[in-house]
């Protein structure tokens, strides 16, 4: 299958969950990826699975420096870059009353300002090399809200609306971002739920059953090719139905 031949991608939190599937997926579709994790040890093992068609880089998406060198690595290795996807995320549930200043920066410094370096990073390759496509990867819980996510929730409501301003600011440069919104899906990330989370969160959504890594894979999959070439500013909810 060659959806995304000859394109390069760098996927971000790709050590894990739907970024690992996100990176198996890219390169059975042709493109070559840079599995890119905060956690070293896991993107090497998901790069190495892969194969030639992988690196593995260490990325703390918060962090300036990491962001260049991983542009760098991606560049030296695969020669361009066409594709970023800000996957990596960090979800720690509690309520209001137990949100500190510190769970609350946490959330914002991944999800939010992760996502924005990854865009400030890789904005003038992207230009240089004739454009290219950015999928940020938000959530159905930054469209309303649910019990215990005032951090994440919040933060992913930002992601959508830095999202959207940069699709509007880079399309003169031919760079589509786009952003997809998993519901439920079946990662590691659930086992953060703690107990009272659970059982104040809705029942499964209409689909009766939580979403897999592949059918989120797909969606990113389809923002970041060629078939979505007029795709720009666009949500696509990925959920089951829950958003519904
Ligand atoms: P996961 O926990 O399996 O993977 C998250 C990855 O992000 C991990 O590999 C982790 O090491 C990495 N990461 C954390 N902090 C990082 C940092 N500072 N720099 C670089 N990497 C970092 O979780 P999952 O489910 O695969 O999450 C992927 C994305 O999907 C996240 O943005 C998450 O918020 C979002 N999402 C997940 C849902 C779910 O139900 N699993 C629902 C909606 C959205």
């Not at 950015?134 to 409501?157: D, L, R, W």
């Amino acid at each position: 299958m060659t959806r995304l031949a000859n394109k390069v991608a760098i996927i971000t939190g790709a050590g894990s969950g739907q970024g690992a599937a996100e990176a198996r997926l890219f390169a059975a579709e042709g493109a070559r990826v840079a599995v890119t994790d905060v956690n070293e040890e896991a993107a090497r093992a998901v790069a190495q699975e892969i194969g030639e068609a992988a690196i593995a880089v260490r990325l703390d998406v918060t962090n300036e420096t990491d962001w260049r060198k991983a542009v760098d690595a991606t560049i030296a290795a695969f020669g361009k870059v066409d594709v970023l996807v800000n996957n990596a995320g960090v979800y720690k549930p509690r309520p209001i009353q137990q949100t500190d200043r510190a769970l609350l920066d946490l959330h914002y410094n991944v999800n939010v300002v992760g996502t924005f370096l990854g865009m400030q990073a890789v904005r003038e390759v992207m230009r240089d090399g004739g454009g290219g496509a950015i999928v940020n990867i938000a959530s159905g819980a930054g469209t309303k809200g649910f019990p215990g996510m005032i951090a994440y929730s919040g933060s992913k409501f930002m992601v959508r609306g830095i999202s959207r301003c940069a699709a509007i600011d880079l399309a003169p440069d031919k760079i589509r971002v786009n952003l997809v919104l998993p519901g439920i899906i079946d990662t590691p990330m659930l086992a953060e739920n703690p107990p009272e989370i659970l059982a104040a969160f809705p029942t499964l959504p209409p689909a009766q059953r939580l979403g897999t890594v592949d059918e989120i894979a797909e969606a990113v999959l389809f923002l970041a090719s060629d078939a979505a070439s007029y795709v720009m500013g666009a949500e696509l909810s990925v959920c089951g139905g829950l958003m519904a």
